[in-house]
């Protein structure tokens, strides 16, 4: 199996079977290569690393591919990355020689970008563990998943090969978990699902949208903890984890996250969305244990369901119950 970082060049033959006839070729690559996603199986296309074994014009993304069709796939050994370290505190909650769990304040970028070169959290974690820089990658070194610059709270960052792909794989399966606080408007029922496909804006493409048709499977779960006319505090659970999946949800059912200008949560009293990574829970890639951690959160949270005039309840005591 292909894995995203290696330390050496790995090479793989993929056929394609009738179930995935007519089907472009970047969705048909990533159903047989697990631990990559869409936009990375796009960028191999696109550094001419997938050839195909066939006379054909030229290989791209949204090829349509044919049964009986074969690609060579290359996935080159990885490097070290080039992003600086930079000397940014970091909230750890927990590290080993294995991983790191960070409790990102709100306004830090996860990872370089356009409009974001530098002052990222990458940059810190490269500061903090320069060994970090050859894991999954050179643009997002470690990084496993992301929270949006707004949003506070825990993320996972793997500092080895075997840490990376084991929780890349955890968050294909599932068994990655994820539950966040978020302080939404007006008053929701005391608990629910969304289950709505999510795809990029057709017109705002640095939005997300409900794509019914085109969309990613996507679905959260949430439950009120205290509500009034305005506002509701709530507990959310990620099922699938795509871009901005909660902003979206809340805002396709008519209770935007408060303080999201982009998905109709503008308000005068806050100047971010209300929404926060509370907990975390993972296998740990060494030695199969489940590892689980939360964080309380931040004053502007706190100070915001005053606010509304709703209560904290005591934090600790907060977590997803199935039943």
């Known amino acids: 199996m292909l894995e995203p970082s290696s330390k050496t060049i790995q090479k793989a033959v993929f056929i394609v079977q009738l179930e995935h006839d007519a089907k472009r070729l970047d969705v048909f690559l990533v159903s047989q290569m697990p631990g990559f ?65 960070i409790n990102k304040p709100a306004g830090l970028v996860v990872h370089p970008g356009a409009g974001n070169p530098t002052h990222t959290l990458i940059n810190a974690l490269v500061a903090h563990c320069p060994d970090i820089t050859g894991v999954g990658g050179v643009k997002r070194p470690g990084l496993v998943h992301r929270l949006d610059k707004d949003t506070s709270g825990l993320l996972v960052v793997a500092k080895t090969d075997k840490a990376y792909k084991s929780l890349v794989r955890q968050l294909k399966t599932r068994a990655l978990s994820r539950e966040y606080l978020g302080i939404v408007k007006g008053s929701l029922a005391e608990k629910g699902k969304v289950d ?121 005591f907060v977590r997803w119950k199935d039943n």
């Not at 796009?42 to 791209?60: P, R």
């Not at 050994?77 to 000397?87: G, L, V």
């Not at 408060?258 to 993972?282: C, K, P, W």
């Not at 489940?290 to 005039?309: G, N, W």
Request: aromatic share 6%.
């Open 37 to 101: 996603s869409r936009t990375q199986v796009q960028g191999l296309i696109d550094a001419e690393k997938v050839e195909a074994l066939f006379k054909i014009k030229a290989v791209k993304a949204n090829f349509v591919v044919s049964k009986g069709q074969s690609f060579q796939v290359t996935i080159p050994a990885s490097q070290k990355t080039d992003i600086p370290p930079e000397d940014i505190e970091l909230d750890v909650v927990y590290e080993d020689r294995s991983v790191i769990v």
């Open 196 to 316: 709505a496909a999510i795809g990029r804006h057709t017109l705002a493409r640095k939005k997300m949208a409900i794509q019914p048709d085109t969309g990613k499977e996507s679905i959260t779960h949430f439950v009120a903890l205290a509500s009034n006319e305005d506002a509701t505090l709530m507990l959310l659970k990620l099922e699938t984890g795509r871009t901005h999946q909660i902003r979206v949800h809340m805002s396709y059912i008519h209770h935007p996250i408060l303080g999201d200008s982009i998905y109709g949560g503008e308000s005068t009293l806050v100047d971010r969305q209300m929404l926060h990574a509370f907990r975390l829970s993972f296998k740990h890639p060494q030695t199969g244990i489940t590892r689980s951690f939360y964080a309380a959160p931040p004053k502007d949270f706190v100070k915001t369901l005053a606010k509304v005039k709703l209560s904290a309840p005591k934090w600790h």
